[in-house]
T-cell receptor, first 116, second 115 residues
Framework: AQSVAQPEDQVNVAEGNPLTVKCTYS??????LFWYVQYPNRGLQFLLK??????LVKGSYGFEAEFNKSQTSFHLKKPSALVSDSALYFC??????????????FGKGTKLSVKP | NAGVMQNPRHLVRRRGQEARLRCSPM?????VYWYRQLPEEGLKFMVY????????ESGMPKERFSAEFPKEGPSILRIQQVVRGDSAAYFC?????????????FGPGTRLLVL
């Protein structure tokens, strides 16, 4: 079965420091990986995705993610964190083995807290 | 281009009542997905619909829950005889197609509270 794991419930970073939010996946076949961000009482906003090609994917708001096939990871990164980046971050994988190949399988989420 | 729209944003129901949640996909999108987010948890897939068709309802509870996406109008997620355990945020997402690489765009969600 396909799955996504976000091993950290919370990540604390000082403003201006680099941040990493971890994600590992388990799929059979090629993975299609996504990162979303959720601000309090809001919907999910798409940040970036990996389909194929370059292992470093650049996305919205200065975020990027590195796809590592050997480690089955897709960690989200940003060189310099902002207080406004504080939110809940979700990693997801497309369920390509499901009946419809349509839905996303989400991790439990990682709460990012950036302190001034 | 308006994003995915959901209404109501907040819904309060008493046990045993019905809840109707509406979702209008982004313009040009014909694929709609419903997800449920329980407190302190990630999103769980419920159902995937195209116009007038349910494609995959494997994540939907077998009883009390139903979904539709008519030819005209929004997609509707209906919960009959609600119980306290139905309290959650329900999110709708849409995409233009169903290719594996296509991004799903999410609405703001409907937060259902069952008293």
């Amino acid at each position: 079965a396909q799955s996504v794991a976000q091993p950290e419930d919370q990540v604390n970073v000082a403003e201006g420091n680099p941040l990493t939010v971890k994600c590992t996946y388990s799929v059979s076949g090629n993975p299609y990986l996504f990162w979303y961000v959720q601000y309090p009482n809001r919907g999910l906003q798409f940040l970036l995705k990996y389909i194929t090609g370059d292992n470093l994917v650049k996305g919205s708001y200065g975020f990027e993610a590195e796809f590592n096939k050997s480690q089955t990871s897709f960690h989200l990164k940003k060189p310099s964190a902002l207080v406004s980046d504080s939110a809940l971050y979700f990693c997801a994988v497309r369920d390509i083995n499901g009946g419809s190949q349509g839905n996303l399988i989400f991790g439990k989420g990682t709460k990012l807290s950036v302190k001034p | 281009n308006a994003g995915v729209m959901q209404n109501p944003r907040h819904l309060v129901r008493r046990r045993g009542q019905e809840a109707r949640l509406r979702c209008s996909p982004m313009k040009g999108h014909s694929h709609v997905y419903w997800y449920r987010q329980l407190p302190e948890e990630g999103l769980k897939f419920m159902v995937y619909l195209q116009k007038e068709n349910i494609i995959d309802e494997s994540g939907m509870p077998k009883e009390r829950f139903s979904a539709e996406f008519p030819k005209e109008g929004p997609s509707i997620l209906r919960i009959q005889q609600v119980v306290r355990g139905d309290s959650a945020a329900y999110f709708c997402a849409s995409s233009p197609g169903t290719e594996e690489w296509e991004t799903q765009y999410f609405g703001p969600g409907t937060r259902l509270l069952v008293l």
